[in-house]
């Protein structure tokens, strides 16, 4: 499928786009009021006071969830270097098996909210034992964001680099 949102051409591109080539910059920054409000709130959620392993396992459910190839290999990397194995992410891409009953809860978690928008109680206050208020904040709005972004990129088509 070809792009609806063409990536900015080289010569276009400006500050952070022109640093950082990737199509989900140069596409998003033909927007560029929005998309330097986008960098920052994506940047204090992707370096937020979440565990790196419990975002990473996030994302990924999250992309996952909403079949976005873009979002998932883009965060391969930064899972693996967030220390999850090769078997823990075949597992994030499938029903979980293996993992930790920490990790489940945050897949849970992404399920959940990916299927009805909402926690059930029962997630909540699981949620409630393993984070404190600013952590169950920040994973719900991780979450949401990431799921926003694979709609958005699935949406114009952003192309997987090569």
């Given at each position: 499928?070809e792009p ?10 400006t ?5 950082n ?5 140069t ?10 409000a986008w960098?920052?709130?994506g940047?204090?959620?992707l ?5 790196a392993r ?7 459910r999250?992309?996952?969830n909403?079949?976005?190839?873009y979002e998932?290999?883009h ?7 967030a220390?999850?194995?090769?078997e823990e992410?075949s597992?994030?891409?499938h029903d979980?098996s ?8 945050i897949l ?7 299927a009805?928008g ?17 952590g169950?904040?920040e994973?719900?709005?991780l979450?949401?964001h ?10 114009f088509?952003?192309?997987l680099?090569?």
């Amino acid at each position: 499928m070809e792009p609806r949102v063409e990536p900015l051409p080289p010569a276009e591109r400006t500050g952070f786009a022109a640093k950082n080539p990737l199509n989900v910059f140069t596409t998003l920054a033909r927007h560029p009021k929005l998309f330097e409000a986008w960098l920052g709130f994506g940047g204090a959620l992707l370096y937020g006071t979440l565990p790196a392993r419990d975002r990473e396992l996030a994302i990924l459910r999250t992309a996952r969830n909403r079949a976005c190839a873009y979002e998932w290999a883009h965060h391969l990397r930064l899972a693996r270097e967030a220390g999850l194995s090769e078997e823990e992410i075949s597992a994030v891409r499938h029903d979980g098996s293996g993992l930790t009953p920490g990790d489940l809860l945050i897949l849970r978690a992404a399920d959940e909210l990916h299927a009805d928008g909402d926690l059930t109680d029962e997630t909540w206050s699981a949620l409630c034992e393993r984070y404190d208020e600013t952590g169950r904040i920040e994973l719900v709005m991780l979450i949401a964001h990431y799921d926003m972004l694979s709609r958005v990129l699935t949406t114009f088509r952003v192309q997987l680099e090569r």
